[in-house]
């Protein structure tokens, strides 16, 4: 069928592109895990950089890109939790074991960062200076910072 | 400055993540850009993996997860091209120089993932058996090959 082979295919790709990245045959669900959330975080990073470089002034406000860098954030926020599965603590990972010890604090940072991000979105779809959105930027940073200074390795 | 320090607190830890992964310094623009990207296609895979287990019948249909993850392939489909910068074939990538030297038909490549994606998401939120799904799923499968066949490292 050439369906199931365009998706079988398809399917192998993904596994491969996984596999090869790491210099190994095909990863463990753990690993896979690491590899996800931290391929999240990446994209965060990324798209943050920018944020913090308007907002301290060190690149020229551009309010299309900072609200389209805030959605994908916000959007982005949603997507590590479920990265961090059972006994997915491998590898080179930052992840500290407090966050499988306190599962239940570390989803309400998660949430906490979700919400400020989705202010932050908001907030950049209409704001046509930087000075305007500064509070709710700092407040996402805060929300990376509590999480990062509890849950994640130095 | 309360603000300041946050936000330099804050870039400061993604650049530690992303050069603490690669066990070296901070990274290089390019290597960021690679990060970035295979970061986005790692997330893409976690994504596309359950639903390509739907389409093929090994996992029970779950219209709510289907239509979730389809959202995240498509707005994911958005992101990975700005990492394509120039000179940025560094370290680990399964990136052919072809992408570079083929900029447009690249483009127009992954233009048409994002179509096939968000057809897909559309097309998710309303449907309750999976078989009306599979044509635009393997639509979303084929264009995911058609880019890794020219551009991307076996």
């Known amino acids: 069928m050439k369906r199931n082979t365009v998706l079988s295919c398809t399917a192998a790709f993904l596994f491969v592109a996984t ?39 060190e690149i020229p406000f551009d309010a299309k890109d900072f609200a389209l860098r805030a959605e994908r954030v916000a959007f982005l926020s949603t997507l590590p939790l479920e990265g961090f599965i059972p006994n997915s603590r491998v590898g080179k990972t930052d992840a500290k074991q407090e966050i499988w010890d306190n599962m239940d604090d570390f989803k309400s940072k998660m949430k906490t960062f979700q919400t400020e991000a989705g202010k932050l979105a908001e907030a950049a779809k209409t704001a046509s200076a930087v000075d305007a959105l500064k509070p709710q930027f700092g407040k996402v940073g805060q929300a990376c910072k509590d999480c990062h200074d509890k849950y994640k390795e130095d």
């Open 19 to 57: 596999a090869a990245a790491h210099g190994v045959g095909t990863p463990t669900p753990a690993q896979r895990a690491v590899d996800y959330r931290q391929g999240v975080y990446h994209a965060i990073g990324w798209n943050f950089g920018p944020m913090a470089g308007m907002v301290k002034g």
